[in-house]
């Protein structure tokens, strides 16, 4: 028999039951009145839950469209950008703004570290920048910025705007969107919202609508703002297809959320991912990302001596749980676990389990159990499991 096969890459995560349902529904018209009361109720919860006072667009796209959309509206060439990057994703915002003519300046810091909020600070008064990129969990990395100082930082600066890449946080880790200061927030479904990937999500702050305005006609025409500002506030209007099922899934995926309560689910997250990172070090693990900006959506997992790479994570898919490899720098070298979204405890320790039975069979000295061990115990020790 062949075992079931857990996704457990840093998106997509696993899709449950009712969402899933959500997407094999029968598909109506974007015009009928049953689905625009379920599009225009998502973004009203949308609103509320991450607290904007602004909009929030709910696209077909990916996050990388979402990137795209938060710089095309907010920047113009010849402006001025400071990108905060703390890996990968973080540079994908380099090339993205550079075919735009967008001048870049880029503060990184070495994987696994975040870029200090002081140097942050320091750039910023070298010249007048109109936004700063961060990426909130760099999935390159699982290294979490620290967006609320950032944002206080960014805040003394009247004319730059604050843009935060949650591809991999939002609805994971802690993020209030006025409250941080943040002016542009964006995501994806894939990920933590645990919905198949296909929508692109974009909270703008008023100040990025202002900036938006001001910028006059943008060279972009399907992710303009201005162009899904009328469906956003009516969602019976219609500019281009909404992807129906798609916003009933992620309609789905808000109602668990909100069955959850958001701050459960960020704690829930919290307590997850520490204790699967402390099983991981148990087994003799190490993990890139240091201690104090560790991810509570992923672990990114360097490999003991002696194991290879490929084989390791066939021996996992093997066993049941699909991991991703590292990236740049780190390919062959260490393996990206997701644990976020929609993710119980029989996941958590069949994931910890399916690990050791793969680190036996590689022929590591490895004592059957510790892991899920140290992972049981840590959960019980902080409360109830979720
Ligand atoms: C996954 C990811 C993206 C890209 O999203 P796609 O949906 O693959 O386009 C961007 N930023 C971060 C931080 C991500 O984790």
């Not at 899933?20 to 049953?34: H, I, K, L």
């Not at 209030?176 to 927030?185: G, S």
């Not at 479904?189 to 943008?218: C, D, H, N, S």
């Not at 899920?372 to 902080?382: D, F, R, W």
Request: aromatic fraction near 8%; proline fraction near 3%.
């Amino acid at each position: 028999m062949k075992t079931k096969k857990l996704v457990m890459i840093p998106g997509p995560t696993p899709v449950v039951r009712s969402i899933q349902d959500q997407m094999g529904r029968e598909t109506v018209a974007f015009g009928d009145p049953d689905f625009v009361k379920d599009y225009k109720d998502l973004l009203t919860d949308m609103k509320e839950m991450w607290g904007t006072s602004g909009e929030v667009f709910v696209i077909a796209g990916t996050g990388t469209m979402a990137m795209e959309m938060a710089i095309a509206n907010t920047l113009k060439a010849g402006d001025n950008l400071l990108i905060v990057s703390q890996g990968f994703f973080g540079d994908r915002f380099i090339d993205l703004c550079k075919r735009k003519g967008i001048n870049v300046d880029i503060i990184g810091s070495e994987w696994g570290t975040i870029v200090p909020v002081a140097d942050i600070e320091a750039k910023l008064k070298e010249k007048n920048y109109k936004a700063v990129t961060a990426t909130h969990v760099d999935t390159a990395t699982g290294v979490a910025a620290p967006i609320k100082e950032i944002g206080e930082v960014i805040s003394k600066f009247e004319d730059t705007l604050f843009i935060v890449d949650g591809v991999c946080a939002t609805a994971a880790e802690p993020e209030y969107v006025d409250e941080m200061k943040i002016d542009v927030l964006l995501t994806g479904t894939q990920k933590a919202f645990g919905v198949a990937p296909g929508l692109a999500i974009v909270w703008a702050g008023p100040r990025a609508l202002e900036r938006r305005k001001a910028l006059g006609t943008i060279p972009e025409y399907y992710i303009d703002f201005e162009k899904w500002l009328p469906i956003m506030q009516d969602p019976s209007k219609y500019f281009a297809t909404p992807a129906i099922n798609l916003i009933w899934a992620l309609k789905e995926s808000v109602r668990l959320i909100k069955e959850e309560g958001l701050e459960n689910r960020y704690k829930r997250h919290e307590k997850n991912a520490r204790a699967m990172q402390a099983a991981l070090e148990g087994l003799g693990f190490n993990l890139l990302a240091q201690k104090e900006c560790r991810a509570v959506t992923l672990s990114n997992v360097l490999y003991m001596e002696g194991i290879d790479d490929v084989e390791f994570r066939k021996v996992l898919a093997e066993e049941g749980i699909v991991v991703a490899g590292g990236l740049g720098a780190y390919a062959g070298k260490m393996f990206r676990l997701g644990h976020m979204g929609n993710i119980d405890i029989h996941d958590m320790v069949s994931v910890i389990a399916t690990i050791e039975r793969a680190l036996y069979r590689s022929g590591k000295d490895v004592e059957l159990g510790k892991g899920v061990g140290i992972l049981m115990k840590e959960l019980l020790k902080q409360g109830k499991s979720e």
